[in-house]
């Protein structure tokens, strides 16, 4: 059994809603397609939302210009609604509280020929995300070589497996309710390192890579020190931070393999949409190079 989509909701000439039937997951997946309103070939970039995900509308659509961004760019975007604290990978079992989770088969072999099918794709990817699903979308790419010509990750953390990063992991997915050891096992089986992209660089040679990190700093997007304001910069400061030094550890690593990456590090920015729709910006020059 194939996944298939059951329906399809036209939003507007360049967006249109489809729900996927999903035999891995098991369930019906909402996937928000920005498109071109012409028929003609055209390439794919996958997007993917953090550890919050909403089952009902992509983070991305709620929390940022995406929708106007996207309708000068002779792309389709994807934008996949769920997912949270998934990690956008295939669990080795359903977690009582985060359900069944089979995100990299959706994500790699259901939904491409189902995208590329109904809205024109031309068999040119690229996946990125921010935060845990900036983490996937380089194990996605590290995992699937060739699968995809770029991919961007938003302060995230790419590392996984090894400490301190394997405790952030399981931190972030028990903050929604979720055990990590539903996910990849326990702290020494090979999954973790099976999904860490440091321990499988050889498989994004040959992808665009684009890595940014704020610094944790308030920047411009702090300029109010409203209440708000304030939790964003002690909640989303220290996250930040630590995404950037793990950035920092990631992209040394990809250096020293001899793998080329854009490395965009700022002296300002919290763990926050306003500097992340920033970054796409900044992240788009690589995506559309590769996807020419």
């Not at 961004?69 to 009582?96: C, H, I, M």
């Not at 539903?182 to 999904?195: I, K, L, S, T, V």
């Amino acid at each position: 059994m194939s996944a298939s989509i059951v329906q399809v909701e036209q939003v507007s000439p360049t967006w249109s809603d489809i729900l996927v039937a999903s035999p891995s997951m098991q369930r019906t997946i909402r996937v928000h397609v920005l498109h071109p309103a012409h028929s003609s070939p055209r390439p794919t970039f996958y997007l993917l939302d953090g550890n919050e995900a909403s089952e009902v509308r992509s983070d991305w659509i709620t929390k940022t210009d995406i929708v106007d961004f996207a309708a000068s760019k002779d792309v389709n975007v994807v934008l996949p609604a769920g997912g949270e604290a998934s990690y956008y990978t295939d669990w080795q079992r359903p977690d009582p509280e985060l359900g069944v989770n089979m995100w990299e088969t959706f994500l790699t072999d259901e939904l491409p020929p189902l995208i590329d099918g109904f809205f024109h794709g031309n068999g040119r990817d690229a996946i990125g995300g921010i935060s845990m699903g900036g983490q996937a979308a380089l194990t996605l790419a590290s995992r699937h070589p060739g699968r995809y010509d770029a991919t961007v990750a938003i302060s995230a953390c790419p590392l996984v497996a090894q400490q301190p990063y394997q405790d952030s992991v399981r931190a972030g997915i028990a903050s929604r309710g979720g055990n990590a050891t539903n996910m990849w096992g326990q702290r020494d089986d090979p999954a973790w390192f099976a999904h860490d992209p440091s321990m499988n660089l050889d498989g994004l040679r040959g992808t665009e890579i684009y890595l940014y990190a704020g610094s944790g700093l308030p920047g411009v997007h702090e300029q109010g020190f409203d209440q708000s304001g304030l939790a964003t910069i002690l909640v989303g400061g220290p996250i930040e931070a630590a995404a950037s030094l793990c950035t920092v550890d990631f992209a040394a690593r990809l250096a020293g393999a001899g793998i080329p990456a854009m490395v965009d590090l700022r002296p300002t920015g919290t763990h926050s949409w306003p500097y992340w729709q920033d970054a796409l910006r900044s992240a788009w020059p690589t995506v559309e190079s590769a996807l020419r």
